[in-house]
């Protein structure tokens, strides 16, 4: 299976950005694109990755910690197998390298605290003051 994201880059605050990532190789494990959740984590330099958005497998259910509510916006095209993540009003601490990740889940909802399966290499995000 194979995550890339894309999108990221250098803006100033108060600005937007939107990541994508495209998920490949589900069909050689006999699954589909709608059969994951998704979500978008980040790292900024010396502190733990933590989650920032998840997405249910249809779509009908979002989720955003409490620093990005308001501003970030994830959603998905179960057709074309991607997922992205609308940034707006950025913040010099949102600085940090995105990373897209997948979970087989048939749940209503998502869940950023559970065990994610499939990771990309990330995309790094870089807010100016």
């Known amino acids: 299976v194979l995550v890339e994201e894309s999108g990221g880059g250098l803006v100033q605050a108060g600005g937007s950005l939107t990541l994508s990532c495209t998920v490949s190789?589900?069909?050689?494990?006999?699954?589909?694109?709608?059969?994951?959740?998704m979500g978008w984590f980040r790292q900024a330099p010396e502190k733990e990755r933590e989650g920032v958005s998840c997405?249910?497998?249809?779509?009908?259910?979002?989720f955003n910690v409490d620093s990005v509510k308001g501003r970030f916006s994830i959603s998905r095209d179960n057709a074309k197998n991607t997922v992205s993540l609308q940034m707006n009003s950025l913040k010099p601490e949102d600085t940090a390298m995105y990373y897209c990740a997948v979970v087989e889940s048939n749940g209503a909802e998502c869940d950023l605290w559970r065990d994610w399966t499939y990771w990309g290499q990330g995309t790094q995000v870089t807010v100016s003051s």
């Open positions: 190789g589900l069909s050689d494990h006999g699954a589909n694109f709608d059969d994951y959740a």
């Open positions: 997405i249910s497998w249809s779509g009908a259910y979002t």
